[in-house]
């Protein structure tokens, strides 16, 4: 069993099924299955010296090497629940020192720090040039210059289309959760806090919303103007997990892994298609020598 979860909880898109052997869908209106990660939770910095957020690095090998933000490596993409859009984000967003970030911030704010090749990591801005956040199993107060450990950073309140609680409610959200730590845990990584703080839904809490049925969340990821893919999930948990994987691996990688998974399934349509006629074929020899 434990072999059959670690498979579940680490799959890609060479194992994600799909119905488009042709290629990207040039008009997002088709519909694929995605990945489900029930077991599983992403390290969003595991390439620090102190990490960052909880739970085991898995078995993605990434870079340790730090590198500067590649804004033109960050993949657009938009999330839907049935039809209403929850969750948009544009490439090419601008980031600035935490300096830069210190000047512009006010209680209540989702911050978010990006390095290429690591996860995101998100913090709610408390005052006081403080922030809150979910690091190695533990939500923490600390000083933001410290957290951003010299990434870049950027408020990013607008990404989710939910409305905001006040601020004084979202820093409370935050700030009465400092301490809590392992198993007492509702958050599967740093975004799901962050969002959970300003928003106040549950759907960014674990199990807040049951994996059964269809899948009404979409994940359209954006490549051009006329290329795009679409996912579908049985929950926001895990469309912020796929996402995030996304991002960590930067919109080159997925485009390539993509394009792997559906040379490899029109391929394997078309070995399918190859044995049907040859059965249809043998299927025809036998029924011509019964009629002689």
Known sequence: ?????????????????????????????GTRIGVSYIFSNDDDDQDQDDNLDHFPPDSRQVSH???????DDELECVVYYRDECVYE???????VSPESLLANCRPGDLLEFVATGQYPHWAVYVGDFQVVHLH??????NFLTDVSQGKKGRIV???YRHRALPPEVIVRNAMDHVG????????RNSECFAAWCRFGRREFKIGGEIRIGKQPYKLKLLFSEKKSHVLEFQCLEDV??????????GKDAVMQELANHLNATHDLKEERFAVWRLLQGTENESHQSAIT
């Open 1 to 29: 069993m434990g072999n059959q979860v670690e498979k579940l909880t680490h799959i890609n898109y060479a194992e994600v099924p799909t119905s488009d052997p042709n290629g990207f869908d040039p008009d997002g209106d």
């Open 65 to 71: 090497e730090e590198k500067p933000f590649d804004p």
């Open 89 to 95: 984000r544009s490439s090419g967003a601008a980031s």
């Open 136 to 141: 190695r199993a533990e939500v923490k107060n």
């Open 157 to 159: 309140n607008g990404l």
């Open 180 to 187: 809590t730590r392992d198993r007492d845990l509702c958050w």
């Open 240 to 249: 912020i997990m796929e996402k995030r994987r996304n991002d960590q691996i």
